[in-house]
Structures are given as structure tokens and as C-alpha cells.
């Protein structure tokens, strides 16, 4: 992404970096000092960082200066080696529901939202319960890691659940996954994006099957609507199947979810009153803690806008061009709209004004798909472990990523 630089230096060196110390463990603490600073530029990243809730509702509300085209990153944007490697395997790119300005936006939208209905949601209840209990099964001799062993095994059944992906693929579908992941990552090691790109091959063509099985046999799922569309508008071509099933739906239909399943564990586990109150009324408090971790622990740190004209943004003057990094884990920590924003309030009377599934235009397609999971996982792991407690010395540690913040263990006993 170009940028011009017009902020003074002592703005450009209040950088942020995600995959490294001390951004990586807590970014709230920069999060906290950004607010109260103009909207600035982060080398690192590329982009103008916006913290500040009302600037960041600003943008979201004003889809014609602030275009969503550059959301999410074109992974044809990578150095010249990796191109290289994706042109060499013919893989796709095309937009995705999320870089989509209007018009477009709405045909693509109105498919997506057909392949994540009320009804469809509904469908996967009995999935979700059961894939659940099976896991739980799984642990053994008192104690569980419930990332590797619970959140990731579980989201991944749903989402591919969705996607119309066989279950026997997950495992190879994740790798996948993982690869797109890395080719969005600009702070990633080159040599990692090579790697990845050139997997990316062998998913275009799996991808491709997919979509050729369902355009001669429809199914109920996501891949058979973006096919086939629905009665009102027609599917699309199958660049652009592959486009959104590989990035808008399996990367963020996984990570986020994954992400906020152990985040409202976490803080369940952390606090006596709110555990007591989970294990005394179940369907309410885990309902309440879920907003609140979403708030607080935003499992998407944020995507990229960028400005169609000449305009003025949380006290600095952003030419037409501008990328800009809306943080909406910082948002949902602005003191000003969200008193006590890092503690824990279950009553939070506002706490629905979250920006954690994003709002307007773009806000996110799968949010009632996610909350289901968050539900279903923390019920049936709490009714199931009503003594489950943190492991002994377990302390939070987050991955290094780019665009989400979760977990990267989750120790527990019983």
C-alpha cells in the first residue's frame, strides 16, 4: 500500500506491530495511548491507525469516503518470489464480501447471508451439541488444553459444516487455511509467504472440485448457494467461490470464533462470581459473559479502509488513498463510551454497542452463526465440567497474528 507521510516524526516512531513484544501480549496498553493521539501512521503496518470508537463509526458509517476495497489484503500484493509461486499454480483472486463497495457488495452479501441463515443455524444446533460432547469425551486424566483440544477441533466441524467441506479434509483444509493466513500476513517471513503460496495450489484445485461436484449436484450448503444463487440473484463465477470460501468464510468463520470460544472461557474461569452465576443460570450469564468477552477481548483485531478523497480524520488531514487500520479492539475499550473498559462488567448496559463483528455496511455476515457456537461450546462444557478450573500457574499468552488475537493455550483441571 503507498502512503504519504505527513505526520511529524515523533508521530511516525508510535508504531505498532502485532507479532512482537510488548504489542503481541497486551496491546491495550498502545491501545490506551493511541486514543489519545491524533490518527497516526504506522510504519509497520503500512495504514493510519484508528482507535478511537467515534472515528472508527465514523468510517464505518460513511462507506463513499472511506471504500472497503483494500479490507482485507490482495495476496498477489506479496514480493515478487511469492506471486510468482500463486501465478505458476494458477490461483484465483478476485473481491471478497468484505471488499465490496456498493452495488456489488449487495448481490455478494445477499448469497452469503443465504448460506448462513437463521434456518441454516438452526440446522447445526444438533451438530454443534454433539461434536461438543464427543470432545469432552476425549479428555482424560483431569486436565485439557481447550484450544488444541476443544475450541479448534469444534469450530473447525461447524464452519466446514457450512462450507459443504467433507469431515475427513479438515485436517488439510486447516494447513490450508493456516497458508492464507500467512499470505495476508505482510510482517510474515518471506520465505514462510513462498511456502504457502505454493501450497495454495494444491487448494485451488481441491477448491475447484468442490465447486464442479456442486454445480451438478447442489447440496444445502455454502458452496452450492455461491454456485447457484438463490431466487433473487444469480450465483457468481467460480473465482469468486473460491475467493470468498477460502478467505471470508473459512479464515474468519474459524479464527474469530475460535478465538472468542476460549476468550469467554478465560474469563469465566477468572472470575469466582461470574463462574458461580454460569453454573446458576446457565443460559443467561453465558449469554452475558459472551458480549463482554467480545467486547473486551476482540478476537478480530481489525480491517483496513481506504479514503476515496481528501479528508479529515481524528485530527489529522488524510489524503485520497489513504489506507487506514481500524482497530476495533481498541474501540471496544474506549473509556468514553464504555466506562471501566477493562474490567469485566456482566450488566453492561451497553455492552451490544461493541464493534467486535464490526457495524453498517459491512458487519459481519456470520455474527448469529458465531454467537451459536460460543453458546453451544460454553454450555456444554460447563454443564458437562462443572468443577473445571485454570490450570495451576497458567498464565494467558496470545498468538502472533496479523489480524486476530487469541490464545495460544488454554490450561484447565477439574
Not at 458509517?61 to 476495497?69: I, L, V
Not at 448462513?116 to 461434536?131: E, F, H, Q
Amino acid at each position: 500500500m503507498a502512503v504519504t507521510k505527513q505526520q511529524d516524526s515523533a508521530q511516525a516512531e508510535f508504531d505498532f506491530n502485532p507479532m512482537v513484544s510488548p504489542h503481541r501480549e497486551n496491546p491495550h496498553l498502545f491501545y490506551r495511548d493511541a486514543r489519545q493521539r491524533p490518527v497516526t501512521l504506522s510504519p509497520s503496518i503500512g495504514a493510519y491507525m484508528v482507535t478511537r470508537y467515534d472515528d472508527i463509526k465514523a468510517v464505518l458509517d460513511d462507506p463513499e469516503s472511506f471504500s472497503s476495497a483494500a479490507a482485507l489484503p490482495w495476496i498477489y500484493d506479496n514480493p515478487p518470489e511469492v506471486v510468482a509461486e500463486l501465478r505458476a499454480a494458477n490461483v484465483p483472486e478476485t473481491t471478497m464480501v468484505v471488499n465490496e463497495d456498493e452495488p456489488r457488495h449487495r448481490q455478494m452479501r445477499a448469497l452469503f447471508d443465504a448460506g448462513v441463515s437463521g434456518a441454516r443455524v438452526r440446522s447445526l444446533l444438533p451438530v454443534m451439541r454433539d461434536r461438543a460432547n464427543e470432545l469432552i469425551d476425549r479428555f482424560t486424566g483431569g486436565s485439557a488444553e481447550l484450544v488444541s483440544e476443544y475450541a479448534i477441533p469444534f469450530v473447525q466441524t461447524v464452519i466446514n459444516a457450512v462450507i459443504g467441506f467433507p469431515p475427513e479434509d479438515a485436517e488439510q483444509i486447516q494447513t490450508w487455511t493456516d497458508d492464507v493466513n500467512t499470505l495476508w500476513n505482510q510482517l510474515a517471513p518471506v520465505s514462510d509467504r513462498v511456502a504457502a503460496a505454493r501450497r495454495l495450489g494444491e487448494y485451488t484445485r481441491y477448491l475447484q472440485s468442490q465447486i464442479d461436484d456442486r454445480r451438478a449436484h447442489p447440496r444445502d450448503d455454502m458452496i452450492s448457494v455461491l454456485v447457484h444463487g438463490t431466487d433473487q440473484f444469480d450465483g457468481l463465477a467460480d473465482d469468486y467461490v473460491h475467493n470468498i470460501i477460502r478467505g471470508a468464510v473459512r479464515v474468519a468463520g474459524f479464527d474469530t470464533t475460535r478465538d472468542a470460544i476460549t476468550a469467554t472461557v478465560l474469563v469465566a474461569l477468572q472470575n469466582p462470581d461470574i463462574l458461580e452465576r454460569v453454573t446458576a443460570e446457565p443460559t443467561q450469564t453465558i449469554m452475558k459473559v459472551t458480549e463482554e468477552a467480545l467486547r473486551r477481548d476482540a478476537p478480530h483485531r481489525g480491517l483496513f479502509r481506504i479514503t476515496t478523497r481528501d479528508v479529515e480524520l481524528g485530527g489529522t488531514a488524510l489524503p485520497q488513498g489513504s489506507p487506514l487500520l481500524l482497530l476495533f479492539g481498541s474501540a471496544n475499550r474506549d473509556e468514553s463510551v464504555f466506562s471501566d473498559p477493562d474490567a469485566v462488567h456482566l450488566d453492561r448496559p451497553n455492552v451490544r454497542d461493541h464493534l467486535a463483528f464490526g457495524k453498517g455496511l459491512h458487519s459481519c455476515p456470520g455474527a448469529p452463526l458465531a454467537r451459536a457456537e460460543i453458546r453451544i461450546a460454553l454450555e456444554t462444557l460447563f454443564n458437562r465440567m462443572p468443577e473445571l478450573r485454570l490450570a495451576d500457574g497458567y498464565e494467558p499468552t496470545y498468538i502472533a497474528s496479523y489480524f486476530f488475537r487469541g490464545l495460544e493455550s488454554l490450561q484447565v483441571r477439574w
